[in-house]
């Protein structure tokens, strides 16, 4: 990561540490649109799942900052030489699968958005897809990145918009700090998705990388988990404010179902334009993601396998690389040019990312704790068992929707 | 929150200018300079063993009766040995590492091994200096492919039987070799040598491990001598694609000069992730071996408190001309020129010049012309080294204002903007400008290819933090 001697503060932000950028760039449109939806439907009953979450969340990018900083080596390469062969393609191929699922989700969310300002669908996402495609293949994409990037700052009004709608404070501290579930189908549903979009299996990848990128020697590791920490728990702060702030405008009113129903929590904030304002900010998050997901993807299998991999080679030195790349935004734009509604699909696809999720943090918590690996850095007992739980436990909420999904197709349950 | 980290600086296009050499865009005859040696000759290419397939297979002895699985191989670097032989197996007897000498061995299978005696002392696993366990450190592991230049990730190792030893042979890169290791087990021993890298080719890394019993460490240092032919370019796109342990010891192998070359060919983004990353000292001594305007634009790109470490442990001398530098803007004059520079007095014979330019030989890329200056240090002309030389050949001592031209000398100062540069590069028509300062005294010289580099936006190259 270099530090630039011009461009904005939120730059110089990002510079500062890829943990803090997660929060800084607000949420991609996945997350708010399912922290949205959990607002709308079960008003704050989330609220202390989320706190379960932010705990698994903080723990393992703290994990992950750590294996970066002590071995200098990304995710995927650990994976591909502390593991065998096949767990490592295994990971790999869940991890593309994800990303997928999030390309599905960023053109969702910029189909969403142009809903928003009425342009059909079918007109916004192909034009997208060939935008994104060839800005980041033919290389002008840094200055569309940082308009997308002013974009995202829409969504730090959340926090402001969860004062101003005067939340009913006691029964938002009692859903945070009472352990309870609602124990119905789709509240399940809802709670893997939330888990799949907080803890997207990219972003693990994306830290590792960027703080490797960083070259932060393990002298000074501290502040690189104090970036970490802070970074995701800044992250789970505006998730839970998307959620009261949705709660105490549009909650109980039902599933989500429309980008401007969703708007709504932005009233308080800004009247009138809580519309153009919200469209905006998801615009931003989606197109962003929606370069930098495919790229990740491909950059991961390309290298797994060991073939060509440069954004500027041609399709005939680097087929892989860049067919995956390719592949990957047609897919996306495709699944979402279906007729359907885009709130579902876009909170579906959260949910497969939360069946994944657990597969990466498994492979996460098992580095971290090998000795082998980070000697004295691995983690201690407290961290074995504090990080064991967590991630043992969202692994769990995944593993029984699974099972019951898989039930639910065989008539049983 | 799959929140699109892309704020990531990471993911924006750099600007490539800086002698990118892609590695798509190498010439495709390095590519095919590989060479196949050993694996060239019939008999061992038939017998070789896929390390990949052997793994995990029974190892009996001689009665034929199952001692264990196999579990790793050990291997000695070093030696001066290109092939490096193997000296002993790690052997899993139920739930136990143990350790047998090669010299039991009888014969390695492509789906067993046969130990040479029926009675065997199973020892704990010790590593000595200068082992490494194949399975556990160079497979799937990293290694740079001299002869075609390139950093590659093992997918199979082969083994054969050379000069009465069994031997590593060859590495394995292609992708069949990776879906043959997924597949089911009966595919595995069968070698599937398409894209196999002969190990006369390869440099290996010793990985800082710790050992089976995790007491001591091995570091290993075994320099493949084809490094030190590389181009500087050729080693910065090795440095690029290597991870950090591997770049150290990459690094370490590579002379002072040699690495300061190749550092000065990195991608800008690359070589301060290498600054960063290496402890101070060292980043002093590489920095202060660079060319100054190079290592001028390295500095401005580390954060303040780096700079400032670095700039403490360096000599004096290198400290004192790059703070200068670094004291213009980046897209000034001052800030993109260098202080390398070869002066005359007006008195000097050629022959002198020509001296002087030797003592240079070290700066070569950045030597164009020799500026001239009179009595009180002011410039008064700047001659070509091309005339210097051929002066050389009819009037070796003459003195050096003889070959003064009568126009005015062009000049820029060090708050000229690249643009400006630019303009006076053309009205020159010269490959490099002198800069001076408000006396008239030379500071610096703006080369062509620099101006070129502060001016043309360029396609940039994704850079994207590396996940591997």
Same mark, same amino acid.
């Given at each position: 990561?270099?530090?630039?001697?011009? *461009?904005?503060?939120?730059?110089?932000?990002?510079?500062?540490?890829?943990?803090?950028?997660?929060?800084?760039?607000?949420?991609?449109?996945?997350?708010?649109?399912?922290?949205?939806?959990?607002?709308?439907?079960?008003?704050?009953?989330?609220?202390?799942?989320?706190?379960?979450?932010?705990?698994?969340?903080?723990?393992?990018?703290?994990?992950?900052?750590?294996?970066?900083?002590?071995?200098?080596?990304?995710?995927?390469?650990?994976?591909?030489?502390?593991?065998?062969?096949?767990?490592?393609?295994?990971?790999?191929?869940?991890?593309?699968?994800?990303?997928?699922?999030?390309?599905?989700?960023?053109?969702?969310?910029?189909?969403?958005?142009?809903?928003?300002?009425?342009?059909?669908?079918?007109?916004?996402?192909?034009?997208?897809?060939?935008?994104?495609?060839? !800005?980041?293949?033919?290389?002008? +994409?840094?200055?569309?990145?940082?308009?997308?990037?002013?974009?995202?700052?829409?969504?730090?009004?959340?926090?402001?918009?969860?004062?101003?709608?005067?939340?009913?404070?006691?029964?938002?501290?009692?859903?945070?700090?009472?352990?309870?579930?609602?124990?119905?189908?789709?509240?399940?549903?809802?709670?893997?998705?939330?888990?799949?979009?907080?803890?997207?299996?990219?972003?693990? !990848?994306?830290?590792?990388?960027?703080?490797?990128?960083?070259?932060?020697?393990?002298?000074? +590791?501290?502040?690189?988990?104090?970036?970490?920490?802070?970074?995701?728990?800044?992250?789970?702060?505006?998730?839970?404010?998307?959620?009261?702030? /949705?709660?105490?405008?549009?909650?109980?009113?039902?599933?989500?179902?429309?980008?401007?129903?969703?708007?709504?929590?932005?009233?308080?904030?800004?009247?009138?334009?809580? =519309?153009?304002?919200?469209?905006?900010?998801?615009?931003?998050?989606?197109?962003?993601?929606?370069?930098?997901?495919?790229?990740?993807?491909?950059?991961?299998?390309?290298?797994?396998?060991?073939?060509?991999?440069?954004?500027?080679?041609?399709?005939?030195?680097?087929?892989?690389?860049?067919?995956?790349?390719?592949?990957?935004?047609?897919?996306?734009?495709?699944?979402?040019?279906?007729?359907?509604?885009?709130?579902?699909?876009?909170?579906?696809?959260?949910?497969?990312?939360?069946?994944?999720?657990?597969? /990466?943090?498994?492979?996460?918590?098992? %580095?971290?704790?090998?000795?082998?690996?980070?000697?004295?850095?691995?983690?201690?007992?407290?961290?074995?068992?504090?990080?064991?739980?967590?991630?043992?436990?969202?692994?769990?909420?995944?593993?029984?929707?699974?099972?019951?999904?898989? %039930?639910?197709?065989?008539?049983?349950? | 929150?799959?929140?699109?980290?892309?704020?990531?600086?990471?993911?924006?296009?750099?600007?490539?200018?800086?002698?990118?050499?892609?590695?798509? =865009?190498?010439?495709?005859?390095?590519?095919?300079?590989?060479?196949?040696?050993?694996?060239?000759? #019939?008999?061992?290419?038939?017998?070789?063993?896929?390390?990949?397939?052997?793994?995990?297979?029974?190892?009996?002895?001689?009665?034929?009766?199952?001692?264990?699985?196999? $579990?790793?191989?050990?291997?000695?670097?070093?030696?001066?040995?290109?092939?490096?032989?193997?000296?002993?197996?790690?052997?899993?007897?139920?739930?136990?590492?143990? +350790?047998?000498?090669?010299?039991?061995? $009888?014969?390695?299978? @492509?789906?067993?091994?046969? !130990?040479?005696?029926?009675?065997?002392?199973?020892?704990?696993?010790?590593?000595?200096?200068?082992?490494?366990?194949?399975?556990?450190?160079?497979?799937?592991?990293?290694?740079?492919?001299?002869?075609?230049?390139?950093?590659?990730?093992?997918?199979?190792?082969?083994?054969?039987?050379?000069?009465? @030893?069994? *031997?590593?042979?060859?590495?394995?890169?292609?992708?069949?070799?990776?879906?043959?290791?997924?597949?089911?087990?009966?595919?595995?021993?069968?070698?599937?040598?398409?894209?196999?890298?002969?190990?006369?080719?390869?440099?290996?890394?010793?990985? =800082?491990?710790?050992?089976?019993?995790?007491?001591?460490?091995?570091?290993?240092?075994?320099?493949?001598?084809?490094?030190?032919?590389?181009?500087?370019?050729?080693?910065?796109?090795?440095?690029?694609?290597?991870?950090?342990?591997?770049? @150290? #010891?990459?690094?370490?192998?590579?002379?002072?000069?040699?690495?300061?070359?190749?550092?000065?060919?990195?991608?800008?983004?690359?070589?301060?992730? %290498?600054?960063?990353?290496?402890?101070?000292?060292?980043?002093?001594?590489?920095?202060?071996?660079?060319?100054?305007?190079?290592?001028?634009?390295? !500095?401005?790109?580390?954060?303040?408190?780096?700079?400032?470490?670095?700039?403490?442990?360096?000599?004096?001398?290198?400290?004192?001309?790059?703070? #200068?530098?670094?004291? +213009?803007?980046?897209?000034?004059?001052?800030?993109?020129?260098?202080?390398?520079?070869?002066?005359?007095?007006? $008195?000097?014979?050629?022959?002198?010049?020509?001296? *002087? %330019?030797?003592?240079?030989?070290?700066?070569?890329?950045?030597?164009?012309?020799?500026?001239?200056?009179?009595?009180?240090?002011?410039?008064?002309?700047?001659?070509?080294?091309?005339?210097?030389?051929?002066?050389?050949?009819?009037?070796?001592?003459?003195?050096?204002?003889?070959?003064?031209?009568? =126009?005015?000398?062009?000049?820029?100062?060090?708050?000229?903007?690249?643009?400006?540069?630019?303009?006076?590069?053309?009205?020159?028509? @010269?490959?490099?400008?002198?800069?001076? $300062?408000?006396?008239?005294?030379?500071?610096?010289?703006?080369?062509?290819?620099?101006?070129?580099?502060?001016?043309?936006?360029?396609?940039?190259?994704?850079?994207?933090?590396?996940?591997?």
């Amino acid at each position: 990561m270099r530090l630039p001697t011009r *461009r904005t503060t939120l730059v110089y932000l990002a510079a500062a540490g890829p943990g803090l950028v997660a929060a800084a760039a607000g949420n991609d449109a996945g997350g708010v649109v399912t922290y949205a939806s959990a607002g709308a439907q079960f008003v704050y009953r989330t609220l202390f799942l989320m706190v379960l979450i932010t705990i698994a969340y903080v723990v393992v990018q703290e994990m992950v900052a750590r294996l970066a900083v002590y071995t200098g080596k990304g995710l995927a390469a650990l994976i591909r030489e502390e593991f065998s062969l096949r767990v490592a393609a295994f990971a790999v191929t869940a991890f593309a699968i994800a990303n997928i699922g999030l390309m599905v989700t960023e053109f969702g969310g910029i189909a969403t958005a142009f809903d928003l300002f009425g342009v059909s669908r079918y007109l916004s996402v192909p034009i997208f897809a060939v935008a994104i495609w060839s !800005l980041v293949l033919f290389g002008s +994409y840094s200055y569309a990145e940082r308009i997308f990037l002013l974009l995202t700052v829409v969504f730090i009004a959340y926090p402001i918009a969860a004062v101003l709608a005067h939340p009913d404070w006691s029964q938002v501290a009692a859903n945070t700090l009472w352990p309870h579930f609602v124990a119905s189908r789709s509240f399940l549903l809802l709670s893997i998705a939330l888990i799949g979009t907080t803890i997207t299996p990219y972003i693990q !990848l994306y830290e590792a990388g960027a703080v490797v990128d960083k070259g932060v020697k393990s002298e000074d +590791y501290r502040f690189q988990r104090v970036d970490a920490i802070v970074g995701a728990m800044m992250a789970a702060f505006v998730a839970m404010s998307i959620i009261v702030a /949705t709660g105490a405008t549009i909650g109980g009113t039902g599933p989500l179902t429309s980008a401007s129903h969703a708007a709504h929590a932005l009233r308080p904030v800004a009247g009138a334009a809580a =519309e153009v304002l919200f469209g905006l900010g998801l615009l931003g998050a989606s197109a962003l993601a929606a370069a930098v997901v495919p790229l990740s993807t491909s950059y991961a299998v390309a290298e797994a396998i060991g073939v060509e991999r440069s954004v500027s080679s041609s399709f005939r030195q680097a087929p892989i690389f860049l067919g995956l790349f390719t592949a990957q935004i047609l897919v996306g734009a495709a699944v979402v040019l279906v007729p359907g509604n885009l709130i579902t699909l876009i909170i579906n696809t959260q949910v497969l990312e939360g069946v994944i999720t657990p597969m /990466t943090l498994i492979l996460i918590l098992v %580095l971290a704790n090998r000795r082998s690996l980070l000697g004295a850095a691995a983690n201690g007992p407290w961290a074995r068992w504090v990080g064991g739980i967590s991630i043992v436990s969202v692994a769990a909420v995944a593993s029984v929707f699974v099972v019951l999904t898989v %039930l639910g197709w065989f008539g049983i349950g | 929150m799959p929140s699109p980290p892309p704020s990531s600086p990471p993911a924006r296009p750099r600007l490539s200018l800086n002698r990118r050499r892609d590695e798509a =865009e190498r010439p495709a005859h390095q590519r095919r300079r590989r060479t196949r040696r050993i694996l060239a000759s #019939e008999g061992v290419f038939d017998s070789i063993v896929s390390l990949a397939g052997v793994l995990g297979r029974p190892v009996t002895n001689q009665t034929g009766q199952e001692i264990g699985r196999l $579990d790793d191989v050990v291997a000695r670097w070093s030696d001066g040995q290109t092939y490096p032989p193997v000296t002993g197996l790690v052997i899993r007897v139920g739930r136990r590492l143990a +350790y047998v000498p090669a010299t039991t061995i $009888d014969r390695i299978g @492509r789906a067993e091994v046969l !130990l040479r005696s029926a009675r065997l002392d199973l020892t704990d696993v010790v590593r000595r200096p200068g082992e490494v366990l194949l399975a556990k450190d160079v497979l799937d592991h990293q290694l740079v492919d001299v002869d075609g230049v390139q950093v590659i990730r093992a997918a199979d190792l082969y083994l054969a039987e050379v000069l009465g @030893r069994i *031997r590593l042979v060859g590495a394995d890169v292609s992708t069949a070799t990776l879906l043959r290791r997924l597949g089911p087990r009966r595919w595995r021993p069968l070698p599937t040598p398409e894209r196999v890298i002969d190990w006369a080719a390869i440099q290996p890394f010793g990985e =800082e491990t710790d050992s089976i019993d995790g007491s001591t460490q091995v570091r290993l240092k075994t320099t493949h001598e084809g490094l030190h032919r590389l181009r500087p370019g050729e080693l910065a796109d090795l440095l690029e694609d290597l991870r950090r342990d591997e770049r @150290r #010891e990459l690094l370490a192998a590579l002379s002072p000069d040699e690495a300061a070359d190749a550092l000065e060919e990195m991608q800008p983004d690359d070589l301060e992730q %290498l600054l960063r990353e290496s402890d101070p000292d060292q980043a002093a001594a590489l920095l202060s071996a660079m060319e100054p305007d190079e290592a001028v634009d390295a !500095l401005r790109d580390l954060p303040e408190p780096d700079r400032i470490e670095i700039l403490q442990r360096m000599p004096a001398k290198s400290a004192v001309a790059l703070r #200068e530098l670094l004291g +213009y803007p980046e897209d000034e004059a001052g800030g993109i020129m260098t202080t390398t520079l070869v002066t005359a007095t007006t $008195d000097d014979t050629v022959t002198r010049v020509v001296d *002087r %330019l030797a003592e240079s030989r070290a700066h070569d890329v950045d030597l164009d012309a020799v500026a001239v200056v009179n009595r009180e240090g002011c410039l008064v002309g700047d001659v070509t080294v091309l005339s210097v030389l051929l002066a050389l050949r009819t009037a070796p001592d003459t003195r050096i204002s003889s070959l003064l031209e009568d =126009e005015d000398v062009v000049t820029v100062r060090p708050h000229a903007s690249a643009n400006e540069a630019a303009v006076q590069l053309i009205e020159a028509r @010269r490959l490099s400008l002198v800069v001076v $300062d408000d006396d008239g005294r030379p500071i610096g010289r703006i080369l062509a290819d620099d101006v070129l580099d502060a001016l043309v936006p360029g396609k940039g190259r994704f850079h994207f933090p590396k996940l591997f």
